[in-house]
Nanobody, 116 residues
Framework: QVQLVESGGGLVQPGGSLRLSCAAS????????KRWYRRAPGKQREMVAS???????TYADSVKGRFTISKNNTENMWYLQMNSLKPDDTAVYYC??????????WGQGTQVTVSS
């Protein structure tokens, strides 16, 4: 069982930056994939970024070149650095963990609002 705690959401102007953090509780199960999702108003949930131990990070086309996912294995945390933010980035952002048992865990979400 994994508990996820998110932080870092807020209000930012277009072109600004935010950094989201996700902290996972200790578990006997290893997290295979560490991800960020978002759900924008009127849109389906989409995966924003994902990172694993076996491959390079992946990103949604809409955020490539602007967002960067990173991780701290020792502390079992991961981050989403968001630069050059646009109004279309406004959404509730969720961190997600997929364990070696293929169980998926979610944070409660943090609101990111990009507006002038």
């Amino acid at each position: 069982q994994v508990q996820l705690v998110e932080s870092g959401g807020g209000l930012v102007q277009p072109g600004g930056s935010l950094r989201l953090s996700c902290a996972a509780s200790r578990s006997q199960f290893t997290i295979l994939n560490k991800r960020w999702y978002r759900r924008a108003p009127g849109k389906q949930r989409e995966m924003v970024a994902s990172i694993s131990a076996t491959g390079p990070p992946t990103y949604a086309d809409s955020v490539k070149g602007r967002f960067t996912i990173s991780k701290n294995n020792t502390e079992n945390m991961w981050y989403l650095q968001m630069n050059s933010l646009k109004p279309d980035d406004t959404a509730v952002y969720y961190c997600n963990a997929l364990t070696t048992l293929l169980e998926s865990y979610w944070g409660q979400g943090t609101q990111v609002t990009v507006s002038s």
